[in-house]
């Protein structure tokens, strides 16, 4: 675990290379959002190009594989990140409400989602709500 965690004080030291500590939220030990809008136009990139270019950096500084969410907000990118990006390529998911709904509005298992777990998920089935809804 300390090694975990050696190289989780790591990694933020390289968000921190991007980013200021205010625009940083630490979620987890492994999981941070970054409120990267001001940073677009500052670095002349878009979110994407932003996200690989972190991402990049993780991997060519200590050789981890990074995924990043992208989202209009931080569930969108939470969700960008749990169920697209693990999934992609480039490891980068994006998700607007639009692509949300597109891609993600009758995705299963429902435990997919951030904080879904098979308890709710039960009870979501019984009581018929995802059909219905749909």
């Known amino acids: 675990m300390k090694k975990y965690i050696e190289y989780s004080a790591n ?3 390289i968000y921190l290379k991007y980013f200021s500590k205010d625009d940083i939220h ?4 492994d999981e941070a959002f970054m409120d990267a809008t001001k940073y677009l136009k500052m670095y002349g990139l878009t979110p994407i190009e932003l996200a690989k270019t972190v991402v990049q950096d993780i991997f060519k500084t200590y050789g981890l594989t990074a995924t990043a969410g992208i989202g209009t907000n931080m569930y969108l990118a939470k969700i960008a990140l749990d169920i697209t990006a693990k999934h992609s390529a480039t490891n980068i ?3 607007d409400e639009e692509k949300y709904k597109k ?7 429902l435990t997919d989602f951030w904080q879904i777990g098979h308890g ?15």
């Open 26 to 29: 630490v979620y987890s030990i």
């Open 120 to 134: 709710i998920e039960r009870r979501l089935n019984k009581l018929r709500l995802i059909e219905n809804y749909f």
């Open 103 to 109: 891609e993600l509005w009758h995705h299963k298992p």
């Open 11 to 13: 990694i933020y030291a």
């Open 93 to 95: 998911g994006y998700l």
